[in-house]
């Protein structure tokens, strides 16, 4: 399984994620014979024991979950649609999520999501306003 985090501040976009993953198994299996399904659910939901988290080692969770924790990659899913202004500016107060979320990354960090919602965010406008380049695709 890849060495990546994706994070997000919503729960919903961290188990739609987790779960679209975890359907998609077949191909992480493709690419790597030495992964397996329990590989693939391990990865994106943690250790788990009869349906419960025992574990604190996934790889997909919201920004509290990789507090002190590193990738050489990470992904940022802010997963916000245009009409949820309330949880734009949530996500985009103190903490600073943006700069929570790249601060977890060693080498790489992407943001994927809607461009409208997330530059309405100071944060994130001064990021897509900077020699930073923040690239969020998207409406």
């Known amino acids: 399984m890849p060495e990546a985090f994706i994070i997000t501040p919503f729960t919903s976009v961290r188990e739609g994620m987790a779960e679209l993953l975890i359907d998609h198994s077949d191909d992480f299996i493709a690419r790597n014979p030495k992964n397996t399904r329990k590989a693939v659910v391990g990865w994106a939901k943690g250790a788990r024991e009869r349906g419960r988290n025992i574990g604190n080692d996934a790889r997909i969770g919201t920004v ?24 734009v500016e949530w996500a985009g107060g103190p903490p600073n999520l ?17 461009h409208r919602p997330w530059t309405r965010c100071s944060p994130f406008r001064s990021a897509t306003s900077s020699d930073f380049c923040l690239c969020i695709a998207g409406a």
């Open 98 to 114: 943006l700069n929570v979320a790249a601060t977890r990354a060693k080498e790489v960090f992407y943001v994927i999501g809607g």
């Open 64 to 87: 509290h979950a990789f507090q002190g924790k590193e990738s050489s990659t990470v992904f940022l899913l802010p997963g916000a649609s245009t009409t949820s202004f309330r949880a």
